[in-house]
């Protein structure tokens, strides 16, 4: 190994005495550690704030980050995956399938269809419902947002 001997010593003399930097430190990291166990989902400037708003302790963002990323302290929060508007997105599961051809009656299977639109700056949406059966429009709904 290429360490000189006396820097061996330093280390070993500064892991027996810590200096009063390296104990305050420590104690701001338990701090840290415990408010993180708490509140797992959330990250560095969160749990900076919180500890500021509860405690009255001031921290840097910086400093929190710091000690963080030294004790690999992550958020654990659940991550959701964007999906565009127009992609389909499975909610409900089929209870049709493809069983259009099937129907025997009328009223067996109603279905909607909505369409949103903008008329001199107010938002409308307007929902349409359908018998699969005969394709007659049963009814409507319409509803305004400003």
């Given amino acids: ?11 070993k003399y500064r892991k027996a005495n810590p200096s009063l930097r390296e104990i305050t430190r420590q104690s701001d990291l338990e ?3 415990e408010v993180h166990n708490k509140h797992k989902a959330h990250g ?3 749990i900076n704030r919180h500890i500021r708003n509860l405690y009255g302790v001031y ?23 964007w999906k565009k508007p127009d992609e389909e997105h499975e909610m409900f ?16 299977v109603i279905v909607s269809d909505m369409t949103t639109f903008r008329v001199k700056g107010v938002y409308y949406e ?16 319409l509803s ?3």
């Fill in 44 to 46: 560095y400037r969160w």
């Fill in 1 to 11: 190994m290429s360490i000189s001997r006396s820097g061996y010593y330093k280390w």
């Fill in 144 to 146: 305004s947002k400003k």
């Fill in 126 to 141: 307007l929902t349409l419902y359908f018998d699969a059966w005969n394709k007659e429009i049963l009814g409507y709904g």
């Fill in 59 to 81: 921290y840097t963002d910086n400093y929190v980050h710091r000690l963080c990323k030294y004790e690999n302290i992550r958020y654990q929060g659940k991550h959701y995956q």
């Fill in 93 to 108: 599961s089929n209870l049709v399938w493809n069983g259009w051809k099937y129907l025997t009656k009328p009223f067996e």
């Fill in 31 to 33: 701090f840290i550690k």
